[in-house]
């Protein structure tokens, strides 16, 4: 099969022949459709996240969807032919973490396109406990993203913020994830206000039924406040991660309002006001990833048309490094998702 392979940091990849994986008793071989290009394989090229996560050469790509070809023999439920998305993690399923069911904690993790090979290829295999079926018919680029981008923003904002009806929400930052958090806080029956110092994010959050749209061109502190007559919101939920957005998306909150980072810069740490957060009770959260039940029930949203993942553009497999330019250069609106359209051959 060929895949994408970094074979050095900041270096394009090579759309190489390789292997095709054979699978194990308890896995299965999934057949790539469409993979989500995300800002953390960026991260990868460039060698933010180094061994042992990342070891070169490495393949990339942690949103896929595809259909299975192969089988293991002790795997049970799934058919060849089935139409799925992988849950990224692989975690151990003994500890404590993954027996309380929050395996997205568990010391033990694997991922698909960390430590191990991804989505960027024209095959990729998988435990078939990461093998998350959806219903025939939807399509392969939409559903990709699920895997992250819109299962991260569900966890962030149902597990973590705990959104409920007549809350207010600041979303910060509306690109791949942050455009699904607006549905997804929306769906919770909160009042939605979005940050990003991009026109058109802004624009395609209004579309998918934000409430209010701020610019993060200078800091928009003085516009949340008002939008919530002095009060603060609820909770932020910080896509970006930054030290310059954090300076004004946690004084955004309300006394008690709960700051939830999902996006993060490697190695820039943000200074803390002590007192403001003594006299506020403010909870700061980090959110990673999502379980698998939580996979589950964003599919399922999908399916009945409650959330729509939003593809802003895709690209052939091969161009991958095309793609993650685009990605550095313009950031995105929505995701942007590669995909193998050409017949496969082996
Ligand atoms: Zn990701
Ligand atoms: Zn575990």
């Not at 460039?46 to 070891?55: F, H, L, Q, Y």
């Not at 379980?291 to 009945?304: D, M, Q, S, Y």
Request: hydrophobic share 40%; glycine share 10%; charged share 25%.
């Amino acid at each position: 099969m060929k895949a994408m392979v970094l074979k050095q940091y900041h270096q394009p990849m090579e759309w190489l022949e390789v292997e095709t994986p054979s699978i194990g008793e308890e896995e299965v071989l999934i057949q790539v459709k469409a993979c989500g290009l995300c800002y953390t394989d960026l991260k990868i090229q460039r060698g933010e996240i180094p061994p042992p996560i990342v070891t070169l050469p490495h393949t990339p790509g942690h949103e896929v969807a595809g259909i299975v070809v192969d089988v293991g023999k002790r795997v049970q439920g799934i058919r060849k032919g089935d139409a799925g998305v992988l849950y990224i993690y692989v975690p151990c399923k003994r500890c404590e973490p993954c027996l309380i069911g929050r395996e997205n904690l568990c010391p033990d993790l694997k991922r698909i396109g960390f430590e191990l090979p991804g989505g960027y290829a024209q095959y990729v295999k998988a435990p078939a406990y990461a093998f998350c079926p959806f219903d025939k018919g939807f399509s392969f680029e939409e559903m990709s993203i699920l895997t992250d981008a819109v299962a991260t923003s569900y966890h962030a904002v149902v597990a973590l913020a705990g959104v409920r009806p007549g809350q207010t929400v600041l979303i910060v930052g509306a690109g791949g994830l942050g455009i699904h958090g607006v549905q997804i806080a929306k769906l919770c029956g909160a009042k939605v206000i979005v940050a990003d110092k991009k026109e058109k994010a802004l624009r395609l959050a209004e579309q998918h039924g934000a409430d209010h749209v701020v610019s993060a061109g200078k800091s928009p502190l003085e516009t949340v406040r008002e939008i919530t007559h002095g009060m603060g919101v609820d909770a932020v939920l910080e896509f970006v991660g930054s030290k310059e957005t954090i300076a004004w998306s946690l004084p955004s909150l309300r006394k008690g309002g709960k700051l939830i980072i999902v996006g993060y810069v490697p190695g820039q740490p943000f200074p803390l006001d002590t007192m403001a957060m003594h006299y506020n009770e403010w909870e700061i959260k980090g959110s990673r990833l999502c379980t698998k039940v939580e996979l589950l029930h964003v599919i399922r949203l999908v399916e009945e048309g409650k959330i729509r993942p939003v593809v802003s553009r895709t690209f052939p497999m091969q161009e991958a490094n095309e793609a993650l330019l685009e990605l550095s250069n313009e950031g995105t609106a929505g995701r942007i998702v590669l995909t193998n359209r050409e017949p496969l051959t082996e």
